[in-house]
């Protein structure tokens, strides 16, 4: 999204030098016709000598419209050049135009003969004087339209919502015609191949429906309502995916009622508007997942008019620099999302007076300093909280006896908890999330760590240096398991139907993988037991996990036949069989039509000669 802001009339004439400079080289205002005899039609000849009856043309500027009998060869007109017929219909009042002054805008009427050119593509009639006249609704049956200009043409009342029948249309200009409003802008929603809008200068003060017919037109890559005055009793506005480029729009600033705006997943620039300063009743903003890049403290600054209402700030996976900003007096806050940013220096203790705070999230910043127990004073309600990817240290007690109960994720990774695992971890007991990677854990985790965290959906203690066995695992909900890179043993246990993600690579499991292959995981996708001590054949049992994209089992102790039940899974793409004992052939995997690695061992000598009955033997 562009956005300009312009003041008036007076500008008007800056602009159209500005374009003319740009595109100098590229205007030609005489024709555009065949250079084959292709003659345009006769039928299509008089629909354009009826359509300048309807116009005052004083300067005599459509001239040629008349002499030439070839009407591809007048002035501002396109054909195709097989057919003939009329396909562009260009008479803006153009730059040469505007510096030749012998010459003055047309003016008049738009005479439905228009609708006599039935492959018209092309209609700019831009910064011509139509003297207040509504924009005539035939337009909207001009279904080949791709491009629609009517810039400063001095239309006035409603835009036409047969404009909507243009599913066509690219390019839809209606810049700076003043005196033109629209009520109800759901007709926008239809135009779904619309790549360029320009309403700026319209009258939309009392235009509804524009934030979600906008959201719909998924194309969209340049929007300007300027000045526009779009609505200010919107409430609630979700913009979200919706190919927005460029600052965000002044628009909003007016939107004194504004109480959700959401605005995440484009790609937005710069920083928050001053204007934003004008809305005291924002409870959400949210800004996820864009380009923003401003200090943040005068983000959080020009938001101080929201101070007692703000409930959710979500500015994650943005390029916010800057150090901690003064968020004291915003008392409701419910839900800090800083992640993924620049932010840096130290978060201080008063962090910890947010007694409202539910969902703490500053994970993937520069933050540095120690996090202590202050820090969560009076955090009573907080469920989320996560603080992975920064250089900050950690340093609670062991003994630490949290004010808060989580309920969703704990992020800690990275932080030195160890050796031995944080006891006051162990007092939340709903959590549905448990990051601890490269914690420094070591030792057997503790005795009921599995009925502790009996919800975990997800669980990460990868690349740490935790002992023993799995448990039984298949009456946990666990979804996604990254256990890598311990000292895990025994036999791998068997999961729930849930799981959809299984790292245990690179440690030292042993024993066939019969209990495992009890696990019925239809969403399984990947499974990587690779580097552990697995032995035994592969059971011929794959038909339960027809979700697998990856099976990585290389460097184990596996033997025997591949088993041929490896060829049904259909969405596989890597399979990785190398450095284990296997013999015999590698199955068809003509079903498997994704898989695009195979890395199979190439010892294929070494049996371990396992009879056939003993394949597909499972549990
Ligand atoms: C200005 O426009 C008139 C009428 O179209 C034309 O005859 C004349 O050549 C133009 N002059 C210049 C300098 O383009
Ligand atoms: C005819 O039109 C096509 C499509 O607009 C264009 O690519 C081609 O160059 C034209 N041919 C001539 C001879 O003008
Ligand atoms: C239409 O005319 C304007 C002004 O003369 C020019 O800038 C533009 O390139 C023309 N468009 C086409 C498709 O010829
Ligand atoms: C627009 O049309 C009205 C009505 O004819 C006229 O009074 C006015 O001067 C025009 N405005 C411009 C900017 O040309
Ligand atoms: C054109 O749009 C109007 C108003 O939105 C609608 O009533 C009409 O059915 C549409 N016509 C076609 C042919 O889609
Ligand atoms: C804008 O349009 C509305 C009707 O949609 C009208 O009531 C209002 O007076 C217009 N405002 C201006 C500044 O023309
Ligand atoms: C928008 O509002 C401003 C200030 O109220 C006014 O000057 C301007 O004419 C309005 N614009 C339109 C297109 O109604
Ligand atoms: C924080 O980062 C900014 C650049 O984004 C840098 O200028 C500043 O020195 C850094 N501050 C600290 C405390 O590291
Ligand atoms: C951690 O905090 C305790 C007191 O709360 C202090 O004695 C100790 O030195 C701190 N450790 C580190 C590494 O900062
Ligand atoms: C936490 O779980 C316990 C049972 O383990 C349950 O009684 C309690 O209501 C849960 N608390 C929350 C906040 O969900
Ligand atoms: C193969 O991959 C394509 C593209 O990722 C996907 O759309 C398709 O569903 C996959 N086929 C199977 C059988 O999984
Ligand atoms: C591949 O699928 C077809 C049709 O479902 C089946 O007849 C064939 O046996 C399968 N091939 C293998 C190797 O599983």
Redesign the pocket.
């Known amino acids: 999204m562009f956005f300009s802001i312009m003041s008036g009339r007076s500008m008007h004439f800056v602009l159209v030098g500005l374009v003319c400079l740009a595109v100098a080289s590229a205007i030609s205002c005489s024709s555009v016709g065949s250079s084959y005899n292709i003659m345009c039609l006769e039928s299509e000849r008089q629909a354009l000598l009826q359509f300048k009856q309807g116009l005052v043309d004083e300067s005599n500027a459509l001239a040629s419209w008349k002499s030439e009998k070839d009407c591809c060869k007048w002035r501002g007109i396109a054909c195709n050049n097989q057919t003939g017929h009329v396909t562009g219909l260009n008479f803006s009042f153009s730059c040469d135009s505007y510096f030749n002054y012998s010459e003055v805008p047309l003016r008049g009427a738009m005479s439905p003969s228009l609708l006599e050119l039935p492959f018209l593509n092309y209609l700019d009639l831009s910064y011509n004087d139509f003297e207040g006249i509504v924009i005539p609704k035939l337009i909207g049956s001009l279904s080949q339209l791709k491009e629609l200009k009517l810039a400063h043409a001095n239309f006035s009342g409603l835009v036409p919502p047969q404009l909507g029948n243009l599913s066509n249309l690219h390019t839809l200009d209606l810049f700076g015609n003043h005196d033109a409003s629209s009520e109800n802008l759901e007709w926008l929603s239809h135009l779904s191949s619309l790549r360029y809008l320009n309403m700026a200068w319209l009258n939309l003060s009392e235009a509804v429906n524009w934030p979600q017919s906008l959201s719909k037109l998924t194309l969209l890559t340049k929007l300007q309502l300027s000045q526009s005055n779009v609505s200010s009793n919107f409430v609630h506005i979700d913009l979200s995916h919706s190919q927005l480029e460029g600052p965000i729009p002044d628009v909003f600033t007016s939107m004194l009622s504004l109480v959700t705006l959401d605005l995440s997943w484009n790609k937005l620039e710069g920083g928050i508007p001053k204007g934003f300063q004008n809305l005291c009743s924002l409870e959400s903003l949210t800004l996820w997942s864009n380009q923003l890049s401003e200090n943040i403290e005068d983000s959080v600054k020009t938001l101080s008019c929201a101070e007692n209402t703000l409930m959710t700030l979500d500015l994650s996976y943005n390029q916010f ?3 901690w900003p003064d968020l004291a007096r915003f008392s409701k806050l419910r839900e800090l999302h800083l992640g993924k940013n ?1 932010l ?2 130290s978060v201080p203790a008063s962090v910890g007076q947010l007694s409202s705070l539910e969902h703490l999230s500053l994970s993937g910043n ?1 933050f ?1 300093g120690v996090i202590i127990e202050s820090h969560f004073l009076k955090l009573s309600h907080l469920h989320y909280l996560g603080l992975s990817g920064n250089y900050f240290s950690i340093n609670l007690s062991s003994d630490w006896n949290p004010p808060f109960q989580l309920t969703g994720l704990l992020d800690m990774s990275s932080y030195k908890l160890g050796p031995a695992f944080p006891k006051w971890i162990l007092t939340q007991t709903n959590l549905t999330g448990l990051y601890l990677s490269n914690a420094g854990l070591s030792g057997s985790l503790p005795n009921k760590f599995w009925d502790i965290f009996s919800g975990l959906f997800q669980l990460d203690l990868s690349m740490n240096q935790i002992r023993g066995k799995l448990p039984n695992l298949s009456t946990m909900s666990l979804s996604n398991v990254y256990l890598s890179s311990n000292l895990l043993s025994g036999a791998m246990p068997s999961f729930s139907p849930e799981l959809r993600k299984l790292y245990l690579s690179n440690n030292k499991f042993s024993e066939p993988l019969s209990c495992f292959c009890a696990t019925q995981a239809p969403y399984l996708g990947l499974i990587d037991i690779s580097e552990n001590q697995l032995s035994g054949e592969l059971p011929n049992y794959w038909k339960q996990f027809q979700g697998l994209e990856a099976l990585k089992l290389e460097k184990n102790k596996l033997s025997g036949k591949i088993p041929s039940s490896l060829g049904n899974l259909k969405r596989l793409t890597l399979l990785s069989l190398n450095a284990n004992n296997f013999s015999g052939e590698l199955p068809s995997l003509e079903n498997c039509t994704n898989t695009t690695s195979i890395m199979a061992s190439d010892d294929s000598d070494d049996s371990f000669g396992l009879s056939s009955d003993e394949v597909g033997r499972c549990c």
């Open positions: 620099w800057g150090s620049q840096n220096g520069s540095t």
